[in-house]
């Protein structure tokens, strides 16, 4: 099978995408000072609800769903399956409500990827989807939803870089017409925003820059990869692992072992 790659001109409308989410939440990641991008505010300009659920399977889901929201959807195969997000939308009026679930017993790092993953589908995949919709087929209803689904070597940090999730279209009313999406390539587009949102290229380039100067002028700091990552970690809340692949990303670290230098 073809490997599915994200492509320049794509990267560069997935950037411009969570440009226009710190904007519309009224954050400046270019400023002198950069601060933990609120999350929670981001969220909040669009149709979202987001809460934190413990113990997030698929099955919890729909039953916050149906006790919430009063939405119903198919159970699917893998009721138990264990999830760190799950996103559900469904149009109402022209518009694409939603509703965002992380699985609360995650660390704060975790959790955060997890909305900014799913915020991702909601933007780059649903809204789209649902202008198509309305063309084509404007009768039908839609519903979408996806189960952010941990890696098989949950123990490594490294799962938290690459979630990867499952969609599921829902068109109609009857369970018989989902389908499975094009998956993998929504993933990284979904991570890839993840990034962007939590970690703005400004911010970054600022920090690393002060960083580096204060390292040149003998001050506490040193610029091992390890001790870079970590600094910046601990400043845009995410987790080690996701801001070293971000750095690497950027040109702001060289490729290599990240324990030491
Ligand atoms: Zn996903």
Same mark, same amino acid.
């Given at each position: 099978m073809?490997?599915p790659?994200?492509?320049?001109?794509r990267?560069?409308?997935?950037?411009a995408? @969570?440009c226009t989410?710190?904007?519309?939440g009224?954050f400046d990641? +270019?400023?002198?000072?950069?601060t933990?991008?609120p999350?929670?505010?981001l969220?909040?300009?669009?149709p979202?609800?987001?809460?934190?659920?413990?113990?997030?399977?698929y099955q919890?889901a729909?039953?916050?769903? *149906?006790?919430?929201?009063?939405?119903?959807m198919?159970s699917p195969?893998?009721?138990?399956?264990e999830?760190a #997000?799950f996103?559900y939308?469904?149009?109402?009026?022209?518009v694409f409500n939603?509703c965002?679930?992380v699985?609360?017993?995650?660390p704060?790092?975790?959790r955060?990827?997890?909305?900014a993953?799913?915020l #991702?589908?909601y933007?780059?995949?649903?809204? &789209? %989807?649902?202008?198509?919709?309305?063309?084509?087929? &404007?009768?039908?209803a839609?519903?979408?939803? !996806?189960g952010l689904i941990? @890696?098989?070597?949950?123990?490594?940090e490294?799962?938290?870089v !690459?979630? +990867?999730?499952?969609?599921m279209?829902?068109s109609?009313?009857?369970?018989s @017409?989902?389908?499975?999406?094009?998956a993998r390539?929504?993933?990284r587009?979904?991570?890839l925003f *993840?990034?962007e949102?939590?970690m &703005?290229?400004s *911010?970054?380039?600022?920090?690393?820059?002060?960083?580096e100067?204060?390292?040149k002028? #003998?001050?506490?700091?040193?610029t091992?990869?390890s001790?870079?990552?970590m600094?910046l970690a601990?400043e845009f809340l995410v987790?080690q692992?996701? %801001?070293?692949v971000?750095?690497?990303?950027?040109?702001?670290l060289?490729? #290599? &072992?990240?324990?030491?230098d």
């Amino acid at each position: 099978m073809k490997e599915p790659i994200v492509t320049i001109e794509r990267n560069g409308q997935i950037a411009a995408a @969570a440009c226009t989410v710190h904007d519309k939440g009224g954050f400046d990641p +270019s400023a002198l000072n950069p601060t933990i991008v609120p999350l929670y505010d981001l969220v909040g300009a669009y149709p979202l609800r987001l809460e934190e659920v413990p113990r997030l399977t698929y099955q919890s889901a729909i039953e916050f769903l *149906a006790r919430e929201t009063s939405q119903g959807m198919p159970s699917p195969e893998k009721k138990h399956q264990e999830l760190a #997000g799950f996103l559900y939308g469904y149009e109402y009026q022209g518009v694409f409500n939603g509703c965002i679930l992380v699985k609360r017993d995650d660390p704060v790092t975790r959790r955060r990827f997890s909305v900014a993953h799913e915020l #991702g589908h909601y933007i780059l995949h649903f809204q &789209p %989807m649902l202008e198509v919709r309305e063309r084509k087929h &404007p009768e039908q209803a839609l519903v979408l939803s !996806e189960g952010l689904i941990y @890696a098989d070597d949950s123990e490594t940090e490294t799962e938290a870089v !690459e979630p +990867s999730g499952q969609l599921m279209l829902i068109s109609g009313t009857g369970s018989s @017409a989902r389908e499975t999406l094009r998956a993998r390539r929504m993933e990284r587009e979904a991570n890839l925003f *993840a990034a962007e949102l939590l970690m &703005p290229r400004s *911010a970054c380039q600022l920090l690393a820059r002060r960083y580096e100067k204060l390292t040149k002028a #003998g001050r506490q700091f040193d610029t091992r990869r390890s001790v870079l990552a970590m600094r910046l970690a601990s400043e845009f809340l995410v987790s080690q692992e996701a %801001m070293r692949v971000r750095l690497i990303e950027l040109g702001l670290l060289k490729r #290599g &072992p990240h324990v030491t230098d």
